[in-house]
């Protein structure tokens, strides 16, 4: 029964969301789900959380003066994230907003698509808080890592 429960909401339904839900300008980001964790995997250890792995293909409408990949996208991007990393939490679509989104951008990034990894650290009824990874896609190191707070509608 308890399996059942947990394959309710899957990847297919996040891409699904994603497609729908957003505003225009950010399904023209053009993101896409790569990855959906809301069970822990077999030897998972007590810091396993939930969450996902998206991806923002690089394009030169993106980047600022330079070539370099503007930190409104970025940021945009770590948001959009987070809330699909929600949606692996609560296993479904939950409206949400959010409360909350500190930035800390580490080093450039140019002509990459980028991943955002995103995971909720804690979810309770009516807020929930969480952590993304934004990697450059060429060498897998960080370009920023972003906390935030939603709050759950």
């Known amino acids: 029964m308890q399996q059942e429960e947990i394959t309710e909401f899957g990847i297919e339904d996040a ?22 964790d809301f069970a822990s995997p077999p030897g998972a250890g007590p810091d396993w959380q ?9 394009s030169e409408q993106l980047c600022r003066n330079g070539g370099v990949v503007c930190g409104q996208a970025l940021m ?6 987070m809330v699909i990393a929600n949606l692996a939490a609560n296993r479904g679509y939950r409206p949400m907003t959010t409360v909350d989104q500190t930035t ?15 995971r909720v650290v804690r979810l309770g009824r009516t807020m929930s808080f969480g952590r993304v ?21």
């Open 50 to 58: 939930p969450g996902a792995l998206l991806r923002m293909p690089f």
């Open 15 to 36: 891409r699904r969301v994603l497609g729908e839900v957003f505003a225009p300008w950010v399904r023209d980001l053009n993101l896409s789900v790569e990855g959906f």
């Open 104 to 118: 800390h951008f580490m080093r450039a990034v140019s002509a990459a698509d980028v991943l955002a990894d995103a």
């Open 133 to 153: 990874t934004l990697l450059s896609a060429t060498d897998n190191k960080p370009v920023a890592m972003v906390s935030s707070a939603f709050a759950m509608l």
């Open 76 to 81: 945009a991007f770590a948001d959009t994230s």
